[in-house]
Nanobody
């Protein structure tokens, strides 16, 4: 079983930046892909960015050029560096880990609010 915990959310003004972190524990050696997802109020959860254990990244069109996902396979951590934040980026951000046997783990989420 893999556990993931997010940190780093908060309130930021439009145009600002924020870094989210996700720490994995448990059978973290078995993690294949990891990713960040978000869910705004009244909206469905959506993919923001993902990264494979080999470092291949994928981004939602809405965040390309503004968000950067990174991963440290030794420390079992994953970050999301967000710049040029917009009010529409406001959401609860979730960390997701998928093991090589396709077991999925979600974190509790961290709130990101972009507002002046």
């Amino acid at each position: 079983q893999v556990q993931v915990v997010e940190s780093g959310g908060g309130l930021v003004q439009p145009g600002g930046s924020l870094r989210l972190s996700c720490a994995a524990s448990g059978n973290s050696f078995s993690i294949g892909s990891m990713g960040w997802y978000r869910q705004g109020a009244g909206k469905q959860r959506e993919m923001v960015a993902t990264v494979t254990d080999g470092g291949i990244t994928n981004y939602a069109d809405s965040v390309k050029g503004r968000f950067t996902i990174s991963r440290d396979n030794v420390k079992n951590t994953m970050d999301l560096h967000m710049i040029s934040l917009k009010p529409e980026d406001t959401a609860v951000y979730y960390c997701k880990a998928v093991t090589l046997t396709m077991v999925v783990s979600w974190g509790q989420g961290t709130q990101v609010t972009v507002s002046s």
